[in-house]
């Protein structure tokens, strides 16, 4: 086993060769659902793009979630979601929060898109997860690499695209229903997709109920309190078993109607997510001392979005006009009010999000294959009526003007783009209800910004194909980062901000090998990305009330690594596959890691399907292992002040997770219900993940059973 501060690159890489030796290289998960050999895929629109095209010959790397492999991989939150996938992690705390991480970024640095218009979701805390269901989408497609030119700030790491179901015109009315069962926390989800329409009108709706429970651990011994006396058992943690305070109640929708007409197609869309959750907080938490156990705190969460919009074709350019309204809202509790407590006033923030775009889809013209060309405004306008402030109340502008381009010269297409941005950020007092702590008037930054890109996907036969890219990214300062001032419960520290703050600025660089055949499928990527200006919480070694002080500030900082996914065809019954991630962060002087880089990692599996069974359709098998290396907490990151706590560690050691999976198709009048089963850490492992925010003073999740029902209806 590889113990905490070993390098595990060269052991993650050499075994994942041992899947990948026999093996010509493979397709993208991009193209998840598999597809007979022989058959040709369809071609789609994909985020990112100029012009709709294969996904495999985009110069970034764009992988797309749908169908049953959608199905398989869905959870509760878009980082679970995600996880799968190479290259991706999830920032977790339990099984409703999962913030995705693209090569090493998160947060405000991945750029969150519901129907290819950014939303926003409070990113600013480590806990805080997108206000996005999984299971109202019909395809996620995630971009990865600097995206600024078709998004602006927050795009460093890449772009996650959550699309609706489309206006299904000219069908009679037909869904699915949704029943599954998590046995970990006993949690309950229920389902319902569907739509119809005639030649010109038409609708989709979802709606999906969550009900979870307490997360349950192993069962281990726990020394705390009091500390124990023996040091070497000071990183063992506070609680094990079934952890109090992390159940959550969801219910989530979207309804949706198209029209046909005046030359176009025009669609409103309405999505709403309604979230109760709590979070288990380490002692002493907030009212009890540590001997009386465990404290939690409840938060209300609230997201509404309100969305026109339209495609029609004019003097040779398909237009997509979008309005888009959105609404969010958070509410929390002072540190040991539990749901069992009305809301106490404690965090109250809120905003409205408003979004005109118009981009414009052409084809050849001045020597060009085709692009898209576009304008966008955004405001939001924030109100923070809490006692305590996180962040103040006060308004957002963004302004750009963008145009993404593509040439193809033979076997060569090249992608480029070029972006200009007005964002400006306003705090003030007047929307801000506890000004005692932070300032008074208003206070002002300004940002300009120009960023580009270019790619290249060079066609080396039928089967093999090299992609580069070069580009820029940008991220503007929050309204949390330029202002916080006080007790951050999601972190347990003080954080302070700084009025001064530049724009990040980003130059990210990658190269891909990607090959496709019928039996073998692989995309292999190494890639560095440079951040000037990266804002991140410096450990000022002070405390304040005894918890921790962190303050935002700058630095250069710099990221490389490499992502690998392989799959090979043996037999036409089983196929081997594996991904590989291993990504280094630090800040360029100091030398320091950067706060929250996902611990390299190894995956592989062999999934079995023996064709159908009599009347049992598509029946199959995995059987998968995780390799997780060790990985030691950066200065200043969250939850880090607990490898110098009487109890827990920031600091993680090795582990690896066993995972089952099985499902079969079930003829069911006319249509085939499909029946799930998926079993998470078979052998009940004991382990903390680094990136599970519970890891300083608990354990991870234990075994999980997931039982899936799909049943398709129609008229």
């Not at 977790?92 to 999962?98: P, S, Y």
């Not at 990183?235 to 992390?246: C, K, Q, R, S």
């Not at 490499?562 to 036409?572: D, G, H, I, N």
């Not at 030691?632 to 050691?653: C, L, V, Y």
Request: charged share 20%; no cysteine.
């Amino acid at each position: 086993m590889l113990e905490r501060g070993d390098n595990p690159l060269s052991a993650l890489l050499a075994g994942l060769a041992l899947v990948a030796a026999q093996a010509a290289p493979a397709q993208s998960v991009s193209e998840a659902e598999s597809t007979p050999a022989g058959e040709e895929l369809e071609s789609i629109v994909v985020t990112g793009a100029p012009v709709p095209g294969d996904p495999l010959l985009q110069s970034s790397r764009v992988d797309v979630l749908q169908g049953d492999e959608k199905a398989r991989q869905e959870g509760a939150s878009l980082g679970e979601t995600l996880d799968s996938l190479a290259g991706v992690a999830s920032i977790g705390t339990g099984n409703g929060v999962g913030k995705p991480v693209i090569r090493g970024l998160s947060g405000q640095r991945v750029r969150l898109l519901s129907g290819g218009v950014g939303v926003d979701h409070q990113q600013f805390g480590v806990r805080h997860s997108p206000n996005i269901d999984p299971f109202l989408s019909d395809r996620i497609e995630l971009v990865r690499g600097a995206q600024s030119v078709l998004y602006g700030s927050d795009a460093l790491g890449g772009a996650v695209n959550v699309l609706p179901a489309a206006i299904p015109y000219g069908e009679p009315l037909a869904g699915d229903s949704l029943v599954r069962y998590r046995s970990n926390n006993a949690q309950w989800d229920t389902g319902l997709r569907l739509g119809g329409g005639s030649d010109d009108l038409g609708f989709s709706a979802a709606l999906i109920r969550r009900s979870a429970g307490n997360i349950e651990t192993p069962d281990e011994p726990t020394h705390f309190p009091p500390p124990p006396a023996d040091p070497a058992l000071r990183d063992e943690p506070a609680y094990t078993g079934e952890l109090d305070y992390t159940g959550f109640e969801q219910l989530n929708g979207r309804v949706a109607a198209g029209w046909r007409g005046l030359g176009g197609e025009w669609s409103l869309q309405y999505t709403r997510w309604d979230d109760e959750h709590e979070f288990l907080l380490p002692p002493p938490a907030g009212m009890k001392p540590p001997p009386a156990g465990e404290e939690g705190v409840g938060q209300w969460l609230d997201n509404e979005e309100l969305r026109l919009a339209g495609e029609f074709r004019r003097a040779g350019i398909t237009w997509q006009p979008v309005l888009m309204w959105q609404n969010n809202r958070r509410r929390s509790n002072a540190a040991g009010n539990d749901l069992g407590v009305p809301f106490d006033g404690s965090i109250d923030l809120e905003f409205d999000r408003y979004t005109a775009r118009l981009e414009g889809v052409h084809g050849p013209v001045l020597g060009l294959d085709g692009g898209r060309v576009g304008i966008e405004y955004a405001t939001k306008d924030q109100v923070s009526r809490g006692r305590v402030q996180l962040s103040p109340g006060g308004d957002v502008d963004n302004l750009a003007l963008f145009a993404f381009e593509e040439r193809s010269f033979g076997p060569l297409l090249i992608q480029t783009g070029l972006r200009f941005d007005h964002h400006e950020t306003v705090a003030r007092e007047s929307k801000t209800e506890d000004t005692d702590t932070n300032f008074s008037g208003t206070s002002r930054n300004s940002y300009d910004v120009l960023t580009g890109s270019i790619g290249g996907t060079l066609q080396l036969s039928p089967e093999v194909a090299l992609a580069a890219n070069v580009g820029r990214g940008f991220r503007a300062p929050s309204l949390f980062e330029l202002h916080v001032n006080g007790v951050h419960g999601g972190v347990a520290a003080v954080q302070m901000g700084d009025p001064d703050l530049e724009e990040e600025t980003s130059l990210n660089t990658d190269l891909s090998l990607r090959w496709v055949s019928d039996d073998v499928r692989l995309i292999a990527t190494v890639y560095r990305n440079v951040i000037d200006d990266y804002i991140y919480p410096r450990d000022t070694g002070t405390t304040q009330g005894g918890l921790p002080v962190f303050e935002y500030t700058q630095g250069k900082a710099q990221l490389h690594g490499a992502e690998l996914s392989v799959e090979r065809r043996v037999t036409s019954w089983l196929t081997l596959s594996g991904t590989a991630e291993a990504v280094d962060g630090e800040l360029r002087g100091s030398g320091d890691e950067l706060p929250l880089m996902p611990a390299d990692n190894l995956r592989v599996a062999s999934e079995f399907t023996p064709g159908d069974w009599g009347v049992l359709r598509d029946p199959y098998l995995e059987l998968g292992v995780t390799f997780v290396a060790s990985k030691d907490a950066a200065p200043g990151e969250p939850f880090s002040q607990f490898d110098n706590a009487p109890f827990g560690s920031a600091s993680t050691d090795s582990y690896q997770l066993v995972d089952l999976s099985a499902g079969v198709g079930v003829p069911l009048g006319g249509r085939t219900a499909n029946l799930d089963l998926r079993v998470t850490n078979l052998t009940d492992e004991t382990y903390r993940a680094f990136l599970d925010t519970y890891k300083g003073y608990a354990l991870s999740p234990g075994r999980d059973i997931r039982l899936t029902a799909r049943v398709p209806f129609g008229l």
